[in-house]
């Protein structure tokens, strides 16, 4: 019996390390069932999936990727502070414009 636990306890680790690593916990955990030992020095020695760290980072932490550098900022944030790219006002407080009235007169200007 303390075998099971001890096994089910070790496949819970593997699945603990691969979702810190930005991998699926719920298919290394089975991984980790059938052969722990395996399951854990190949998660100890797969690199972090950054693309997966990356949205989960976004998604969890309110963080966005800055479109010049690449790297992650605050949601919140009107400057990258890596790059210097400033971001555009979100649509939401953006000053709404009178649906395509103002445009038509603009393009008018170039007839
Ligand atoms: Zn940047």
Not at 46 to 60: G, L
Not at 78 to 103: D, E, I, N, S, W
Request: with cysteine; net charge positive; hydrophobic share 45%.
């Amino acid at each position: 019996m303390g075998i099971v636990v001890f096994w089910f306890v070790m496949a819970g680790v593997v699945a603990i390390i691969a979702n810190s690593k930005g991998y699926d916990s719920g298919s290394w955990f089975l991984y980790g069932l059938l052969i722990w030992p395996i399951a854990l020095v190949h998660i100890l020695t797969k690199p972090t999936d950054t693309r997966i760290a990356e949205r989960q980072a976004v998604q969890s932490a309110g963080m966005k990727k800055c479109l010049d550098c690449a790297e992650l900022v605050k949601a919140e944030a009107r400057k990258c502070r890596y790059c210097g790219h400033v971001f555009p006002v979100p649509a939401q407080t953006a000053p709404t414009l009178k649906p395509t009235g103002q445009k038509m007169r603009s393009l008018d200007r170039y007839k």
